[in-house]
């Protein structure tokens, strides 16, 4: 995630005149809802964690770390049962991998899209960022297995060089046929789900998500797109999106932390991009709320 403070607040305006939308029934939504668990994202992200570790301590494109993270991604995804691909983009004079993991299940024309980056910085290992979105689809991804009921098929995607420039959003976005863009009813972007000072932001098309953060306790702050993650090739490219972030180098308001708990006047997340991003810096609560919110939303949206 890559953040301006300005397009931050400006979008904050909006929260205060919308009516709290509510959750669409959905009982293929509570059922999986019922059985992913911030428990389960965690110890997703504690295998991560152990493959970052072993391969450098970081996985910015380029690095082992990285081609380490496509591998193991690929394999939890399969034993899930899960149909992988890793489409390559162009960095440099260099390819790399993206993953992308599609339901047998499911109409092929009518999409519902999860994303989260998997690269970090150099700089550490990237828990919270964005190790914590990786983990938050990786949950959903085995308690849903690779055939779920559903009406329209769900793909899940994990991007190389978010970090960068999203090179690896922007070359899958740029490789779809025209048709294959309409095909997509929403992409929904996970960067951050888990800061130790955590916020509860909505993006874009997330009345669903909104609700259910709403009924899990934490009325989000809904936000303007800015430009500064996955969502971006996606928003450009005229596909409905949506997204959700936990906060990372902004300030949390007295009015945040009084809805949210917290510290007011100290950022959500003080290891940003920095060596301390680590298992240590991971708010579970925030996490197991996200795991929820975009569990029942990727059902719901999918079965409606
Ligand atoms: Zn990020």
């Not at 591998?71 to 440099?92: I, M, Y």
Request: proline share 5%; net charge negative.
């Amino acid at each position: 995630m890559r953040t301006t403070l300005v397009a931050l607040f400006a979008g904050l305006t909006l929260a205060c005149t919308t009516a709290a939308p509510t959750v669409a029934p959905s009982p293929y939504a509570d059922t999986l809802v019922a059985t992913a668990s911030g428990d389960g994202t965690f110890a997703q992200l504690s295998e991560l964690d152990r493959v970052t570790r072993a391969n450098g301590g970081n996985r910015a494109t380029g690095e082992p770390g990285y081609d380490a993270a496509v591998d193991h991604v690929v394999a939890v995804l399969q034993k899930a049962g899960w149909r992988v691909t890793t489409p390559e983009f162009t960095l440099g004079d260099r390819r790399y991998r993206n993953v992308v993991a599609q339901s047998a299940t499911g109409a092929p024309d009518r999409v519902v899209m999860a994303g989260a980056h998997l690269d970090s910085v150099p700089e550490g290992p990237g828990i919270n960022d964005n190790g914590s979105g990786v983990a938050t689809l990786l949950e959903i991804a085995t308690r849903m297995g690779g055939s779920p009921p559903v009406a329209g098929a769900v793909r899940l995607a994990f991007w190389g060089a978010e970090e960068i420039d999203f090179e690896g959003s922007q070359g899958y976005v740029d490789a779809l046929a025209p048709a294959e863009r309409e095909a997509i009813d929403l992409y929904l972007n996970v960067d951050m789900t888990a800061s130790p000072n955590p916020g509860y932001f909505v993006q874009g098309r997330g009345d669903d998500l909104a609700a259910r953060l709403t009924a899990l306790g934490a009325v989000p702050d809904r936000l303007d797109f800015d430009g500064t993650s996955d969502y971006a090739p996606f928003v450009d490219a005229g596909i409905p999106s949506a997204g959700l972030l936990a906060g990372d180098a902004e300030e949390k308001s007295a009015d945040q932390a009084e809805r949210w708990g917290g510290t007011a006047g100290e950022v959500f997340d003080r290891c940003y991009h920095t060596a301390c991003d680590d298992l240590d810096n991971i708010d579970r609560t925030a996490l197991d709320r996200f795991t929820d919110a975009v569990a029942g939303s990727l059902a719901a949206l999918s079965t409606g």
